[in-house]
């Protein structure tokens, strides 16, 4: 069991808009713990796509968004492409953990 | 460019140990926290271990607390984790990854593509 939460997949046609959800707890998100969320392509390392809760890295389109609010974090992806479909992962500091932790993460199906 | 290449991984017996190392270009690499994240065949992403700039401050998952020790050596750009008794269960593809921020715990902007520990008699 991750201690961040996420729902295991979405879907959705391209060009529509999808969000994924990642819940925490008040000793990470809710104890004003930045979140981040990383996109990982089949067979590829993991890509930082979203830090400190909303801030996208040069380079990621501004279809992505992140937010956050209480013990929870949601990515949202608009303009759904074929390329979006992966795995997704939000990630956090645990202060209870001493650590960082990492969501269960989430498959995009672009339908 | 920014790149981080892992080595040292292999198919090991249980309860042996392994040594995997990290090799950083690119960026000032005693200006930021380092990190190993690990991912099972078929499964998620899971933090195993962090360190600061300056090797003062280190963190562990549970999972192996007691057996594993990250280090690293700033006069060569170079990150480390000692792995000892190994168990199956740590069969699994080790990323190196760079924390944007001094200290563990931010986002980790750069990867590596990693290298696999097989742990199995």
């Known amino acids: 069991q991750s201690v961040l939460t996420q729902p295991p997949s979405v879907s959705g046609a391209p060009g529509q808009r999808v969000t994924i959800s990642c819940t925490g707890s008040?000793?990470?998100?809710?104890?004003?713990?930045?979140v981040h969320w990383y996109q990982q392509l089949p067979g590829t390392a993991p890509k930082l796509l979203i830090y400190g809760n909303s801030n996208r890295p040069s380079g990621v389109p501004d279809r992505f968004s992140g937010s956050k609010s209480g013990t929870s974090a949601s990515l949202a992806i608009t303009g759904l492409q074929a390329e979006d479909e992966a795995d997704y992962y939000c990630q956090s500091y645990d202060s209870s953990l001493s650590g960082s932790v990492f969501g269960g993460g989430t498959k995009l199906t672009v339908l | 460019e920014v790149q981080l290449v892992e080595s040292g991984g292999g198919l090991v017996q249980p309860g042996r140990s392994l040594r995997l190392s990290c090799a950083a270009s690119?960026?000032?690499?005693?200006?930021?926290?380092m990190h190993w994240v690990r991912q099972a065949p078929g499964k998620g992403l899971e933090w195993v271990s962090g360190i600061s700039w300056n090797s003062g401050s280190t963190g562990y998952a549970d999972s192996v607390k007691g057996r594993f020790t990250i280090s690293r050596d700033n006069s060569k750009n170079s990150l480390y984790l000692q792995m000892n008794s190994l168990r199956a269960e740590d069969t699994a593809l080790y990323y190196c990854?760079?924390?944007?921020?001094?200290?563990?715990?931010?986002?980790?902007?750069?990867w590596g593509r990693g290298t696999l520990v097989s742990v199995s008699s």
């Open positions: 690119g960026f000032t690499f005693d200006d930021y926290a």
């Open positions: 008040s000793s990470n998100i809710g104890a004003a713990y930045d």
């Open positions: 990854a760079k924390d944007s921020s001094v200290l563990p715990g931010y986002a980790f902007d750069v």
